[in-house]
């Protein structure tokens, strides 16, 4: 992290970061098993059950699941590992600016 830079370099620096950050989502995934309709499936009643990925999460103070096919769960588990490196650096971020706005504001005191 540069010890004097501008609110301007943050912002650059932040958007050329988020620019390398796709596919990018918030939730967790997880692989869930569950019981099927029909009567005597042998998956069933051998215990080993009917597997699905779910992506959950929260849109505002409701929660979500969403049905995800096999084939784009490591996909979905990449989003979702970016969007973690998304909170890191925006908190990063937010440490920079800060500091560049201080450093800014002595530099006019200074004037």
Not at 48 to 70: K, N, Q
Not at 88 to 93: G, R, S
Request: glycine fraction near 6%; proline fraction near 5%; hydrophobic fraction near 35%.
């Amino acid at each position: 992290m540069p010890i004097a830079e501008t609110p301007a370099q943050v912002r650059r620096w932040f958007q050329a970061a988020v620019r390398r950050m796709w596919p990018i989502a918030e939730g967790s995934l997880s692989l869930r098993k569950s019981k099927c309709i029909r009567k005597n499936c042998s998956a069933c009643l051998s215990g080993i059950g009917h597997a699905s990925y779910v992506l959950s999460g929260r849109s505002g103070s409701r929660r979500f699941s969403i049905y995800v096919p096999d084939e784009l769960a490591p996909d979905i588990q990449q989003a979702i590992e970016n969007g973690r490196q998304l909170q890191e650096l925006m908190n990063e971020a937010g440490v920079r600016l800060v500091n560049a706005l201080k450093n800014r504001r002595k530099e006019q005191r200074r004037e």
